[in-house]
C-alpha cells in the first residue's frame, strides 16, 4: 500500500504550547495548501493541549497527524488521520530510540498500528530542546548523517528518515548527503525554514519539507510562500 506521504511536499507542524499570530486562525494556516498537518513539540506537551489544537484542526479537509513527544500525551481521536513517533537515531539515551515506544505500547496494548508509523530523526541542532532532551550527539558530519539515514532504510525498515535542525537553518550538504543515501525511504526536512528561497533550497534535496516556527511566528503568507516553493522544487 503506498504510504500517505508518497505523494506531500509540505509539512505545517503546529505546536499546542504556542499560540498563533494575531487574527490568524488554525483554518487559515491550514488553506495554505500544505499537504498535511502534524500536531506536536517537545515542551510544554499536555493530552489537553494536543487535543485542544486536533479539534480545531478537525474540521478541514487536510491529512492531521499527531507526533506525540511522550506516551502520555497520546490523544485517540477519530479525525487524526494517523500517528508519526519519532525514534531518534542519534539520541545518547535509548529511552528515546525505542524505551518510550516500548512504555507506549505497555500502557496501550491495542494500538491502531494501521495508523501508527515511525520516523527516523537524525537531530542536528544541539541548542534545540529536541537536543536537550534526547542527549543528541549532534557533532555529526554530512557522512555519519548519510550512514544513520542508510541504517535507519536498510537495516530497520524506516519508511520516514527525518533531518531535524529545529529552529535554525540547516546544511544544505548534509540534507544533500542524506537524500543521496536513501532510495525508498522518504527524507523529510525541517529546521529555519523561513521564506521561498530557504523552503526551494531544501525541497530540492528533501521529498518533504516541515515548517512550523514560521506558522506560529509570521503566520499565513509566509507559510504560503513555503508551500509554493517546496511545489516548485
Given at each position: 500500500?503506498?504510504?500517505?506521504?508518497?505523494?506531500?511536499?509540505h509539512i505545517?507542524?503546529?505546536?499546542?504550547?504556542?499560540?498563533?499570530?494575531?487574527?490568524?486562525t488554525?483554518?487559515?494556516?491550514?488553506?495554505?495548501?500544505?499537504?498535511a498537518?502534524?500536531i506536536?513539540?517537545?515542551?510544554?506537551?499536555?493530552?489537553?493541549?494536543?487535543?485542544?489544537?486536533?479539534?480545531a484542526?478537525?474540521?478541514?479537509?487536510?491529512?492531521l497527524?499527531?507526533e506525540?513527544?511522550?506516551?502520555?500525551?497520546?490523544?485517540?481521536?477519530d479525525?487524526l488521520d494517523?500517528?508519526l513517533?519519532?525514534t531518534v537515531?542519534?539520541?545518547?539515551?535509548?529511552f528515546?530510540?525505542?524505551g518510550?515506544?516500548?512504555?507506549?505500547?505497555?500502557?496501550?496494548?491495542?494500538?491502531d498500528?494501521?495508523?501508527?508509523?515511525?520516523?527516523?530523526?537524525?537531530?542536528?541542532?544541539?541548542?534545540?530542546?529536541?537536543?536537550?532532551?534526547?542527549e543528541?550527539?549532534?557533532?555529526?558530519?554530512?557522512?555519519?548523517?548519510?550512514?544513520?539515514?542508510?541504517?535507519?532504510?536498510?537495516?530497520?525498515?524506516?519508511?520516514?528518515?527525518y533531518?531535524?535542525y529545529?529552529?535554525t537553518y540547516?546544511?544544505?550538504d548534509?540534507?544533500?548527503?542524506a537524500?543521496?543515501?536513501?532510495?525508498?525511504?522518504?527524507?523529510?526536512?525541517?529546521?529555519?525554514?523561513?521564506?521561498?528561497?530557504?523552503?526551494?533550497?531544501?525541497?530540492?534535496?528533501a521529498?518533504?519539507i516541515?515548517?512550523?516556527?514560521?506558522?506560529?511566528?509570521e503566520g499565513?503568507?509566509a507559510?504560503?510562500?513555503?508551500?509554493?516553493?517546496?511545489n516548485?522544487?
Amino acid at each position: 500500500m503506498t504510504a500517505p506521504w508518497a505523494d506531500w511536499n509540505h509539512i505545517l507542524k503546529l505546536d499546542p504550547d504556542k499560540d498563533l499570530p494575531d487574527g490568524v486562525t488554525y483554518g487559515d494556516l491550514l488553506a495554505t495548501g500544505t499537504d498535511a498537518v502534524e500536531i506536536g513539540g517537545t515542551m510544554g506537551m499536555t493530552e489537553e493541549n494536543m487535543a485542544a489544537v486536533i479539534e480545531a484542526c478537525a474540521e478541514h479537509e487536510v491529512p492531521l497527524y499527531q507526533e506525540p513527544s511522550d506516551p502520555s500525551v497520546v490523544v485517540e481521536d477519530d479525525a487524526l488521520d494517523g500517528y508519526l513517533i519519532p525514534t531518534v537515531f542519534n539520541a545518547g539515551s535509548p529511552f528515546w530510540i525505542t524505551g518510550a515506544h516500548k512504555e507506549w505500547v505497555r500502557i496501550d496494548g491495542d494500538l491502531d498500528w494501521d495508523r501508527t508509523w515511525t520516523e527516523a530523526y537524525i537531530v542536528m541542532n544541539p541548542e534545540a530542546d529536541v537536543a536537550t532532551l534526547t542527549e543528541a550527539d549532534c557533532d555529526i558530519s554530512a557522512e555519519d548523517v548519510a550512514s544513520y539515514a542508510t541504517v535507519a532504510e536498510r537495516m530497520f525498515g524506516q519508511e520516514i528518515v527525518y533531518v531535524e535542525y529545529s529552529g535554525t537553518y540547516g546544511d544544505v550538504d548534509v540534507v544533500e548527503a542524506a537524500s543521496n543515501a536513501v532510495s525508498e525511504s522518504t527524507l523529510f526536512y525541517g529546521g529555519g525554514i523561513h521564506d521561498y528561497d530557504s523552503a526551494h533550497r531544501m525541497a530540492a534535496h528533501a521529498d518533504v519539507i516541515v515548517v512550523g516556527n514560521l506558522a506560529h511566528d509570521e503566520g499565513v503568507d509566509a507559510v504560503r510562500e513555503t508551500v509554493e516553493a517546496a511545489n516548485d522544487a
